[in-house]
């Protein structure tokens, strides 16, 4: 039922690589989330987007970086993946009113090598 | 510090029972709290939100309920069901700025057993 969309689900790649997770959806919603989770922790939030060519850095320092040219879509970007970035990424969208709920993409669980 | 506790950190309990999970927060000022789900390997979804003027709220057999003067609150699950078998998320938002800032806390792992 989601109409927000992550991609790749999973994956697996060697230290060095430049890496993009895809992040789109459907619902028209201004505001746009990334967040990072570990097992057994809460999420934390590492950008957010409040509409096109808005990007803001969250709490949890980042090596990441994100884009928002298009509403519906939020790639976020690592030039050079490290084993500290492995962990499950999480993207999220919402509408401008604060007492709506977010509506979460299903992750991608990155593991660098 | 505005925090977001949760308990028990996990919790079984057998197919039919009823259960109840619990969040405190300190979180000021307060804006809302929400209940997430989020099964396996699978990202959160929303079952409940409540406003300060709101003490309880109803999805189905899921019951959340919130006391402002406290700062607690608690979610119940009515004859559970063996796909409750997930992660409770309890998030409270501020109203602080443009944003509302949402806490997180860790969870608590419910498993139910047939």
């Known amino acids: 039922e989601a109409d927000i969309y992550q991609t790749p689900r999973y994956l697996v790649i060697g230290t060095g690589k430049k890496i993009t997770l895809e992040c789109s959806q459907t619902?028209?919603?201004?505001?746009m989330y990334w967040y990072q989770q570990d097992p057994g922790m809460e999420l934390h939030l590492i950008h957010y987007s409040y509409g096109v060519n808005s990007t803001e850095k969250g709490d949890l320092s980042s090596e990441s970086t994100v884009s928002r040219i298009r509403t519906e879509h939020f790639p976020l970007t690592l030039e050079s993946a490290r084993p500290s970035h492995t962990s499950q990424y999480l993207c999220a969208s919402s509408e401008y009113n604060q007492n709506q709920p977010q509506h979460f993409g299903d992750g991608t669980r990155l593991s660098i090598l | 510090k505005n925090q977001v506790e949760q308990s028990p950190q996990s919790l079984i309990i057998l197919e039919g029972k009823n259960c109840t999970l619990q969040?405190?927060?300190?979180?000021?000022?307060?804006?809302?709290l929400r209940w997430y789900k989020q099964d396996t390997g699978r990202g959160p979804v929303s079952l409940t939100i409540?406003?300060?003027?709101?003490n309880t709220k109803s999805n189905g057999r899921y019951t959340a309920t919130l006391d402002a003067d406290t700062k607690q609150s608690s979610l119940h699950i009515t004859a559970s069901q063996l796909s409750d078998s997930a992660s409770y998320i309890c998030?409270?938002?501020?109203?602080?700025?443009?944003?509302?800032?949402?806490?997180f806390g860790r969870g608590t792992q419910l498993t139910v057993w047939p």
């Open positions: 619902m028209g919603h201004d505001k």
């Open positions: 998030v409270v938002s501020d109203r602080g700025s443009t944003l509302g800032r949402l806490y």
């Open positions: 969040c405190n927060y300190t979180v000021s000022p307060f804006s809302n």
């Open positions: 409540m406003t300060f003027s709101e």
